[in-house]
């Protein structure tokens, strides 16, 4: 991590950083149904990479994929410089790769520093006298959630009594704290409200900027945008469009997200509908920005 | 997020801590069984006084414990996310197996003791097994297992030793070495203590030790409380399930063996329903049947109520009828307020 600590910082184009993960021309099909398809794109340390799509565009797929939870069954996987092919997601969390989950990111009834630790509990003592360390596991939950910007009055309540950002965020900087070199995140911000979607988005830079690459996977160009240097864009598990920050902006994103012509359609739905028209006026300026295109 | 905990003033902030300490305190998941069993105790002390002498605690200790022993692997079990019916009549497998071998190859007990235990592992690791390679739910692969364990029970003592009991095994050798590690009675301040409570107290405490100081323990709350969650932060989610299930199985072992010994013959059509009892043992203990929560401490606080209910009325001169109705009440009433435990832990 040290290496590409350095590196850090994001911006400058520069000597590129090295590739984390690189996927080329990846597809997933679940019996006769196709997930994915030829999807391009690749993770640098430093660097957000975001995955933007609406349901069933097949971003679950792609992040399965890269996690380990499904092998891939088209084109090429390069992780760390090595094709490969996860059969479980211990073989992905060994190479540095962790994922943090919309919904499942903890187990809910257990507490902080149980979850903090699940999987990769530290211990002491040895032979049948070998017990959690349970001491120096809170101390360390408690000082890396300090480090994010959480401070629990106690690391023993269970997960499920905090707010959803919070619960992200402890998934982050278990992610992190585990020496995570490339950090999937599912749909972080879906189920938040304004402020605490800032304060992930806030993580997702700290986490950038330790050397992380990070994969951000979300259906909210604005979410993205301000936070992403890579944008991949599917739609119905193809990949129809993938840009550098430099060769995009906002609008073009969310234009393209929704689809020019669909949109269009809908502004004429809402004002047959005689839909107030503020909305009608705010979708046809979505409709504009496709045109320019 | 800081921000928002400093907000409120300095009253509201003393009621918010107040709540919390209730709130840990109502988080214990042995907590409503331990009411309960004070309040058992308290009941039967008054109603009948013959239940406060040493033998008579003796007596419902060696009832508990007889439930007890299964209710620490079924307790494990249900943390777990997963529950067994097979294991009234695993119970009864076990036993048979050690006694019908040893009796027709005229062996040395111990030799079925250990094929007994060799049995009542793979019972358990075959039950697991089915469970996560069929996905499919444990009630309907252990009610198969369990339909299957009682027709082998029936038809093989039958065929193997022509009767529906196994043959008596009290002159065999090795009877006497295994009875005094299986079904003796220490004698404790003047009191006979069954030897079954020992076990019945050490396999708790070392169920307690694997469920909140060790990997596995951690691993076993992970499994059932979110399987899905577990699996992708690398808990060895399959492997924990298949040990559980052993685990139960091993607990049957030692309960078949006490049996065997206790009576040196097994009735092969018992053992049924007794599945139940365990569950419930639990249940009242604080475990969850969705998984995640729960104790080793509360399973055993569950089969002490039960051992308490059970000749306590014995001892108050009641009609032993009414005993499975209020069975079934407290189990009402212990799921009823585990579940409000439950959304105090996940939300409150």
Redesign the interface.
């Known amino acids: 991590m040290d290496s590409t600590k350095s590196q850090a910082g994001g911006g400058a184009d520069t000597a590129p950083p090295p590739h984390l993960l690189r996927l080329d021309k990846v597809g997933k099909h679940y019996g006769n149904v196709i997930a994915l398809h030829d999807v391009t794109m690749d993770v640098e340390a430093g660097r957000v990479t975001c995955v933007l799509g609406d349901n069933g565009a097949g971003k679950s797929t792609l992040i399965k994929i890269i996690?380990g939870?499904h092998p891939h069954d088209e084109g090429t996987f390069t992780a760390l410089g090595e094709e490969r092919r996860f059969t479980s997601?211990?073989s992905a969390?060994d190479l540095g790769i962790a994922?943090v989950?919309q919904d499942?990111?903890?187990?809910?009834?257990?507490p902080v520093w149980?979850n903090f630790?699940?999987?990769?509990?530290l211990?002491t003592g040895s032979g049948p006298f070998?017990?959690?360390d349970?001491a120096r596991m809170k101390e360390i939950t408690k000082r890396e959630l300090q480090e994010m910007?959480?401070?629990l009055?106690d690391v023993e309540?269970?997960v499920?009594?905090l707010?959803g950002?919070?619960r992200q965020c402890v998934a982050i900087a278990r992610a992190v704290y585990f020496g995570a070199k490339v950090l999937i995140l599912d749909e972080p911000t879906a189920a938040l409200g304004v402020k605490?979607s800032g304060?992930v988005l806030r993580y997702i830079l700290q986490a950038r900027d330790r050397g992380l690459g990070v994969v951000f996977i979300t259906h909210n160009p604005h979410h993205a945008y301000p936070v992403g240097d890579r944008f991949l864009l599917l739609k119905r598990g193809r990949s129809i469009g993938y840009y550098k920050k430099s060769d995009v902006t906002l609008d073009q994103l969310t234009a393209q997200m929704a689809g020019g012509a669909e949109l269009e359609e809908l502004a004429q739905e809402l004002e047959a509908m005689g839909s107030h028209s503020e909305v009608v006026a705010e979708v046809e300026a979505e409709v504009g920005a496709t045109l320019r295109d | 997020?800081?921000a928002e905990?400093v907000t409120p003033t300095a009253p509201a902030d003393e009621r918010v801590a107040a709540k919390?300490r209730m709130a840990k305190l109502l988080?214990r998941p042995e907590i409503g069984a331990l009411v309960g069993a004070v309040a058992l105790f308290a009941f039967f002390s008054v109603v009948a006084p013959v239940f406060l002498q040493p033998g008579s605690i003796a007596t419902v200790l060696y009832g508990a414990s007889t439930i007890g022993i299964m209710a620490v692997g079924v307790s494990l079990l249900m943390i777990g996310g997963e529950f067994d019916l097979s294991t009234g009549v695993a119970v009864i497998s076990s036993a048979l197996m050690a006694s019908l071998f040893s009796w027709y190859f005229s062996m040395n007990v111990w030799v079925g003791v250990a094929l007994a235990l060799v049995l009542s592992l793979t019972v358990g690791f075959i039950n697991g097994w089915i469970l996560v390679k069929t996905k499919l739910p444990s009630f309907i692969v252990t009610l198969a297992t369990f339909l299957m364990l009682t027709g082998l029970n029936l038809g093989l003592t039958r065929a193997i030793g022509g009767s529906v009991s196994s043959p008596s095994i009290s002159d065999m050798d090795g009877f006497d070495s295994a009875k005094a590690v299986f079904a003796s009675s220490l004698t404790l301040g003047g009191v006979e203590v069954r030897i079954t409570v020992f076990i019945w107290i050490a396999l708790v405490a070392v169920a307690s030790?694997i469920l909140l100081?060790?990997?596995v323990?951690?691993?076993i709350?992970?499994s059932g409380?979110?399987a899905?969650?577990?699996?992708?932060?690398?808990?060895p989610v399959v492997k924990t399930k298949i040990g559980l299930f052993m685990g139960v199985g091993f607990c049957a072992w030692i309960l078949g063996m006490h049996n065997l010994f206790a009576f040196s013959t097994v009735q092969s059509g018992e053992g049924i329903g007794n599945e139940f009892l365990y569950i419930i043992a639990a249940v009242i203990g604080g475990c969850l049947l969705t998984g995640?929560?729960g104790s080793a401490i509360g399973g055993a606080i569950g089969a002490f109520i039960f051992g308490m209910a059970n000749k306590g009325i014995v001892y108050a001169e009641w009609n032993p009828d009414w005993f499975k109705f209020f069975l079934g009440l407290m189990l009402l009433l212990a799921t009823m307020v585990n579940m409000v435990v439950?959304r105090r832990?996940?939300?409150?």
């Open positions: 996690a939870l997601p211990r969390l994922a989950y499942l990111a903890v187990v809910s009834l257990m149980r630790f699940l999987g990769s509990e211990t070998r017990r959690l349970v910007g959480i401070d009055r309540q269970p499920g009594q707010s950002g919070e605490q304060v | 997020m800081t905990t919390s988080g030790w100081r060790t990997r323990g951690n691993w709350f992970a409380g979110d899905y969650a577990a699996r992708a932060v690398g808990v995640g929560y439950k832990a996940e939300q409150s």
